[in-house]
């Protein structure tokens, strides 16, 4: 363990209780009037770059910050930072030293438009002065970006009145009035409900095919490249030369270690298909751990050697399978609070792939972090003549990098337009994927994302109680609208109620189709016509006609199969429905549902009453 790592890791879980004489208990190397302060890092991800806060910035006049006529508001701004530091507004614990960043930006902010005011106490300020800063952030552009701020930003800014107007008491200079009575952040703002946009899930059609792709690669292609990585290390420490004369040795060494294979096992030929292929494995680890287990990338990150293990809930149950590793948000300890997640095989395959990635690096190390990699230089030098102090734990920038230049091989796209995978994407996408298969999956799915309340898996992933309905039920509702649309334009259906669809559905004709088909689709769904869908059709249900045995709620799930619904009155089918359950089994034999209805009414017998007109 590196002395930083260890002065952090020694650091107590209440810090400002344990410490409340030691107002620098959270710096690093840095004094309390330093211009400068290095805060310790939180985890092993703020090793290598720890967060710094210069206090000697320019403001408006020229004058720098850390100027003696500056002094009180300073000390004042010091202990703010100090206080936000130490206590979550929200959950009271100690917030990481990147958030406490952001607030330090803000407060900059605040101070050189107070600067400009002629406001040199935060005293000063009034309800009008709150309202001009607000005005003046709305106007004032982001660096780099022409476009002003937007709500949600001006609302993260606001943010810092709230610790003024809580922790008053304990600072020197603080505000005088309640900045938000009567109302709260948001409206002050002008952020609404309407106006949130969350982080974006994955689309399913892009979805499947990065994970598809992922699992693959772990799976089929990792030994291919695990042992041309032996290869590589076999030929660069067998000779000396100048520069990067091993690389050409290398190179020589996989082009003849490959000519035995056939060229569908895809052989690795040199050192750049190599270095390639290498970081393509890393993405798809990544991307298969997030995907289909959904830690948070810090979690990712943070797993080590020997974190898959078997758990037994009893004595007659089956062993589980689970990641073992911590979670780091909202904790205030240098290793985090420890976490176990249900693992599948394709992430457990992916874990064992890392560690033997990885074997190399913590060995020489002495560390046991799975993502263990150079912090500098590219291609096969990372694994040629590693020294410890240039290892770390990549950063959530590069391993963005790495998921888009993935996401550019496998050309993934959405409605023609190239998709950009970031790494929070896995996660939302594992979430809302849970919650909108089944709702009583919610506390099950925020043990699994770990969190401590099952309110915070509503509201940050498929919204609170309330809100989570509302999501699932605009989801249902949308998929009904297009279903309704897609019976209502399609040139023939099958099934009985596709019968009764076609004999009365009115026509649909001239300019405004597409509007009069999604306004009478509309229309039938605020009716209450319960629709069900799935992969071999759709159901108009009614109770008294479900074969099903539904209830009033809807169809039965467990005895909802392809033979049971066509030989249902509530059943409908068209012509994309043909493909689902294709096999060769049952191809020669003229049903293509699977598995076989073995003599049963099925779908394609649907499928051909609607081609024959009847």
């Known amino acids: 363990m590196s002395a930083l790592q260890h002065q952090a890791s020694e650091r107590p879980v209440d810090p400002a209780a344990e ?46 910050f850390t100027d003696e006529r500056y002094a009180v508001l300073r000390e004042t701004s010091r202990q703010l930072i100090a206080l936000i530091r130490a206590h979550s507004m929200f959950t009271g614990l100690p917030l990481r030293p990147s958030t406490v960043a952001q607030y330090f930006f803000t407060l900059r902010c605040l101070l050189q438009w107070m600067d400009g005011e002629g406001f040199s106490r935060f005293a000063q300020l009034d309800p009008p002065a709150l309202l001009q800063f607000q005005q003046w952030l709305r106007t004032r552009p982001l660096a780099g970006h022409p476009s002003p701020r937007a709500p949600g930003t001006v609302l993260r800014h606001l943010y810092l009145f709230a610790y003024f107007h809580r922790f008053g008491g304990e600072l020197d200079d603080s505000l005088s009035f309640d900045p938000f009575a009567g109302q709260d952040q948001r409206r002050a703002a002008g952020y609404h409900e309407g106006m949130r946009h969350p982080w974006p899930y994955t689309p399913d059609t892009v979805a ?40 050409g040795r290398a190179t020589r060494a996989l082009q003849s270690a490959s000519a035995g294979f056939a060229d569908a096992q895809s052989p690795v030929r040199s050192v750049r298909e190599l270095v390639l292929r290498t970081d393509l494995l890393y993405a798809s680890c990544f991307a298969v751990i997030s995907y289909l287990v959904g830690p948070r990338v810090s979690e990712i990150l943070h797993l080590k050697a020997g974190c898959v293990q078997r758990r037994c809930a009893d004595g007659a149950g089956e062993p589980v399978t689970v990641i073992v590793g911590a979670i780091f948000k909202r904790q205030s300890g240098y290793h985090g609070r420890a976490h176990e997640w249900v693992a599948p095989p394709a992430a457990v395959q992916a874990v064992a792939v890392l ?25 096969a030098t990372e694994w040629h003549e590693v020294r410890p102090e240039l290892l770390e734990i990549p950063s959530i920038a590069r391993i963005n990098i790495q998921l888009q230049r993935f996401a550019a091989w496998l050309g993934l796209a959405h409605e023609d337009r190239p998709w950009r995978l970031s790494t929070h994407q896995g996660r939302k996408t594992f979430a809302r994927f849970a919650a909108l298969r089944d709702r009583t999956c919610l506390f099950a799915l925020a043990q699994q994302l770990g969190h401590r309340e099952r309110a915070e898996t509503d509201h940050g992933y498929a919204g ?65 016509l319960v629709l069900g869908i799935c992969d071999w059709g759709f159901c108009v249900y009614r109770e008294e006609h479900s074969a099903c045995l539904g209830n009033a709620a809807g169809p ?10 066509a030989r249902c009155k509530n059943f409908a089918v068209s012509q994309r429905h043909r493909p689902i359950g294709s096999s060769k089994s049952t ?24 081609r024959q007109g009847r």
Not at 35 to 58: C, I, S
Not at 556 to 564: D, G, L, M
Not at 591 to 604: A, E, F, I, L, N
Request: a neutral charge.
């Open 19 to 64: 410490h409340a004489d030691d107002r620098t208990w959270f710096l690093l190397e840095s004094k309390w009037e330093d211009d400068v302060w290095v805060l310790a890092p939180a985890n092993a991800l703020e090793e290598r770059h720890p967060v710094r806060l210069r206090w000697d910035f320019e403001l408006q006049d020229g004058q720098r």
């Open 208 to 247: 499947v095919k990065l994970v598809q792709s992922a699992i693959d690669i772990v799976t089929r292609d990792a030994p291919v490249v695990l042992r041309a990585w032996q290869t590589y290390r076999q030929a660069a420490a067998g000779g000396r030369g100048a520069g990067h004369a091993h690389t």
């Open 355 to 379: 560690e033997a990635l990885s074997a190399g690096h913590r060995a020489v190390a002495g560390r046991d972090e799975l993502w263990l990699r150079r912090w500098h230089g590219n291609g």
């Open 464 to 528: 609170s109680d309330y809100r989570l309905n509302q999501e699932i039920d605009a989801e249902i509702l949308q998929q009904s609208i297009n279903a309704w649309e897609h019976m209502l334009a399609a040139p023939g259906l099958g099934g009985r109620a596709g019968e009764e669809i076609v004999a009365n559905r009115p026509r649909f004709r001239g300019k405004r189709m597409k509007e009069d088909l999604a306004s009478y689709a509309r229309l039938l769904v605020d009716a209450g």
């Open 556 to 565: 039965n799930p467990a005895r909802r199969e392809p033979s049971t619904c």
């Open 587 to 610: 191809a020669a034999s003229g049903c293509w549902t699977s598995p076989p209805c073995r003599g049963r009414p099925c779908v394609s017998s649907a499928h051909d009453s609607m």
